[in-house]
Every structure is written in structure tokens, then in C-alpha cells.
């Protein structure tokens, strides 16, 4: 199930709700809670229903293991150590291993036989957000959960299970077991669902279907200015479609009580691949920042050694598939390019410049990520640079910009953080019941359009979904 389905929306989240308010009492609405994210994970892959349980009651008891050893440092290391042998053992089994086989049999010529077994959805989400805890708990951060059905309502909670964000387990401790109702929290998180929910579907599937019409053509077929207007649309289609459900699962956070940490901040507004990373995807950034790029010395000792192992781990953490490892290199080149020379020249450049030139390789970095088939990237690449004799355009892609012409200009202006910017306006000169009327007339517009697009299509994919 998605937050972007009918399903969810009309009878899912509707359930939820009226379940979960139906009782005062915080331990019965943690269950209900509990047993409603069950109920949602199990609605695509009732089977790794199992697997996500067992890996939340094996990092329960490391936790209190941990925990219970604080003053012995030796056995509360060997506590770590099995929630990470144990967790990333079977991440490396459902997301890597066929990878690892098709590798083993193209540089040896053996024919091992892949497994074939299907990812289970969300387990690098909530692999890295158990990590988290038990390393935590070690490092003194946080105490270990005594409740085993609060410390699954922290893993299995429906919003941001199966996509993030990566929230620790010390950003909602408190909420697990003390949050109230708030009339203000559930009135924002209503508003910030509708408006994910509206990024999702009015402006990340159209982008999608626009990009699969013209990126990665044959190239009987291709042009340069289509590849690069596809690859335009692929840019705008993950950061609305990651972006929104973000906002979807940040929404739903607050209407029971829980405030996650952003996870984007506009990141296509970036001076520099460096701040481009600081706004995109914070939640696994700042996890890798903080449990691989520190420990391992940060910009302290080995800070090149440093920057290219998190983003190889960057890279491969979101598939198993070599243009992902180059995808992560690649921008760990330009990072520690920027870090060693690039920055100090650009911030001596105009702004303008400088967005240029951070839009100009998060665009190419986005073909790396698109195309698994490291062969059909190549040609794109060519078209892209014109290394290949094509035309330069055709009528296709001018009947297809004049067709979405104000959709685009809409799409590329929200990509700048102007939406914030009129509600500080409008907040600030109009009186709050006229402010509030207006909020609910966009949520209802947002709602309204998104519902009706639900309706009439049926291309409603979610990327992030298979990482």
C-alpha cells in the first residue's frame, strides 16, 4: 500500500484514525498504531511481515543487552556487533546477494544460480533506523526500551516504514510514550500531507510519464534536446516524488503526535554539490555522517579515504547494481574536489554561477542513477554531448513542452522554496480565521486535483520503493 492509492486515503487512514482517537489511553493507541503499520506493511508482502518482526525483537534484547552492560564496554561492543552482523547480514542477503552472484559467474565463468527472492519493501530504511538504536544505546545517547511494543511501534510505524524518512529512535523517545493530541500539530499535518500528496501526484507522475517517453530512446530514435529534456523530467519526477512522500509521512507523523526531522530543503536551490547534499536526503546523510564518515576519522585523519567509502556505501545502499556504486563515487569525486579547491573558487563566483553549476552535475548524476544497463547509459551520454549524429530536436518534443507548458513553469517554480514564502504573507496580513479558511480551501484543492488524478490514471509508481 501507498499513501498515494485510494485504498489509503478512503479507507486505510480513515480506520486508522478513527481507531486510534477512539482511545485516550496511550499504551492502547501505541497498539493500535502497532497493529494498523502491520496490517499496512503486510498489505503488499504479507510474508516479510515475519522478517520485520524478528529483526525488531533480535535489536529489542541487543538493546537491553547493551544496555544491561553499559559499564562493561567489552559485552556491550559484543551487543553492537550482533545487531550489525545480524542486520546488515540480511540486508547483503535479500538486496546484494544475486548482484554478488551475477559478478562472481561474469569474472569466473561458474554458473551459480541467483536466488531470485524479491527485495521486502522499506528493509534498508528500517535496517539503518534499528542500527541506530542499538549504536545509541551503546554510545550512552539514548536508554534501551524496557516495552517491546513501544520499541516496535518506533520500527514498524506506517509513515515512514517503508520510505523514510530514517528517524532515530532519541528524535521521538519522548513521543512514544508522552505525546498528546494538538489541535495545531494535527491541522499542520493534514496540511502537509495534501501538499505532498499533491507534489506526488500532480507533479511527480506527470514528470514520469514524460520521462519515459523520451529518455533513453533508441537512437534511431533520440534527439539531443529530448534526452536532456527527459533527463529534465527524471530530475523533477525523484525530488517530487521522494520529496512528497516525505512530506506524506511527516504529515501523518503529526496527526498522531510524532514531529520527524525534515528531510529535504529544497535542494534543487543548491550553490554547490556540497550544499546540494546538505538538503537532499538529510535523514541518510546524516546517518552516514554520524555511524561511518566520524568514526572512521572525519575530516580529522584519512578525510578522502573517508568521503569515498560513505559514498560508495551512498551509492550501493540504494540498489544493487553498478551505476549506483559509480552514481555514489561520482559525486564523492566532486565532493572532495569541491572540499580541496572547487568551493574556494566558487563562492568568489556569482550565485547564479553557482546554481548553474550545481544544477549542471546533479542533472548528469541523475542519468548515472537512472540507467542500470551501464551499456544504454553510455549512449544516452553520447546523445546527451552530441558524440552521436542525431537531430537536435523534433515536433514530438515541442508538442510535448507547448502541451505542458504551464505544468513545467509550476513545477520548476516550486522547486524554490516560494510556497513557505507566501504563507509567511499570507500569515502574516490576514487574520487567522481568514488564514485558516484559506488553508483549507488549498488542502481541499490539493485533496481534490490529486483524487481526481488517482481516478483517471493508473501510472502511480514510487522510486524509492525498491531501495
Known amino acids: 500500500m501507498v499513501f498515494s ?7 486505510f487512514l480513515p480506520a486508522c484514525l478513527t481507531c486510534y482517537y477512539a482511545f485516550p489511553q496511550r499504551p492502547v493507541r501505541n497498539l493500535i498504531l502497532t497493529v494498523f503499520s502491520l496490517i499496512f506493511y503486510a498489505w503488499g508482502e504479507p510474508i516479510w511481515v515475519s522478517l520485520l518482526i524478528i529483526s525488531s525483537v533480535w535489536d529489542f534484547l541487543n538493546g537491553l543487552f547493551i544496555d544491561h552492560f553499559k559499564n562493561r564496554k567489552l559485552l556491550a561492543r559484543l551487543g553492537v556487533i550482533n545487531s550489525l552482523v ?5 540486508l547483503a542477503s535479500f538486496k546484494y546477494a544475486d548482484f554478488i552472484v551475477d559478478n562472481v559467474n561474469s569474472l ?18 528500517y535496517t539503518f533506523q534499528t542500527i541506530s538504536y542499538t549504536i545509541d544505546v551503546y554510545r ?23 520510505a523514510g524518512p530514517i528517524v532515530r529512535y532519541s528524535h521521538i523517545a519522548r513521543e512514544i510514550e508522552e505525546r498528546v493530541f494538538n489541535v495545531s500539530d494535527f491541522s499542520n499535518g493534514v496540511t502537509r500531507f495534501c501538499k505532498g500528496l499533491f507534489k506526488k501526484v500532480f507533479i511527480a507522475n506527470t514528470a514520469g510519464e514524460l520521462c519515459l517517453q523520451f529518455l533513453g530512446q533508441d537512437v534511431n530514435q533520440a534527439t539531443v534536446a529530448g534526452e536532456w529534456f527527459g533527463l529534465l523530467m527524471f530530475t523533477l519526477q525523484i525530488y517530487f516524488d521522494f520529496s512528497g512522500y516525505s512530506d506524506m509521512a511527516i504529515g501523518l507523523g503529526m496527526m498522531f503526535g510524532f514531529h520527524y526531522h525534515e528531510n529535504f530543503n529544497h535542494p534543487y536551490t543548491a550553490t554547490s554539490i556540497t550544499d546540494f547534499w546538505r538538503r537532499w536526503h538529510i535523514s541518510l546523510g546524516t546517518f552516514f555522517r554520524d555511524y561511518v564518515y566520524i568514526p572512521l576519522g572525519g575530516n580529522r585523519r584519512h578525510s578522502i579515504r573517508n568521503i569515498f567509502i560513505v559514498w560508495g556505501l551512498t551509492g550501493i545502499w540504494h540498489g544493487a547494481s553498478w551505476n549506483f556504486v559509480i552514481w555514489g563515487l561520482y559525486f564523492g569525486v566532486i565532493l572532495w574536489l569541491e572540499k580541496s579547491l572547487v568551493l574556494r573558487v566558487l563562492e568568489r563566483m556569482p550565485k547564479i554561477i553557482q546554481h548553474a553549476y550545481a544544477l549542471f552535475f546533479i542533472v548528469l548524476g541523475w ?8 551499456s544504454r547509459l553510455g549512449s544516452t551520454l553520447k ?6 549524429e542525431v537531430p537536435l530536436y523534433d515536433f514530438e518534443l515541442a508538442l510535448a513542452i507547448s502541451a505542458h507548458a504551464y505544468w513545467l513553469v509550476f513545477a520548476l517554480v516550486v522547486c524554490a522554496p516560494l510556497y513557505a514564502r507566501a504563507h509567511g504573507i499570507l500569515k502574516q496580513h490576514l487574520n487567522p480565521v481568514t488564514y ?3 488553508v483549507l480551501v488549498q488542502n481541499l484543492l490539493f485533496l481534490g486535483v490529486s483524487v481526481v488524478l488517482l481516478v483517471g490514471k493508473t501510472y502511480n ?3 524509492y520503493f525498491r531501495f
Open 367 to 374: 542519468s548515472i542513477f537512472y540507467f542500470t544497463d551501464l
Open 108 to 125: 569466473t565463468g561458474l554458473g551459480f544460480k541467483a536466488s531470485g527472492i524479491l527485495l521486502p519493501i522499506g528493509i534498508s530504511f
Open 383 to 388: 546523445v546527451l554531448f552530441g558524440l552521436i
Open 140 to 162: 550512552g545517547e539514548v536508554r534501551a526500551q524496557k516495552n517491546w511494543l513501544n520499541f516496535m511501534l518506533f520500527v514498524v510505524c506506517f509513515h515512514q516504514l517503508v
Open 5 to 11: 492509492s485510494l485504498t489509503f486515503l478512503f479507507f
Open 86 to 90: 545480524v542486520n546488515l547480514g540480511l
Open 461 to 463: 509508481p514510487f522510486i
Open 436 to 438: 485558516q479558511w484559506a
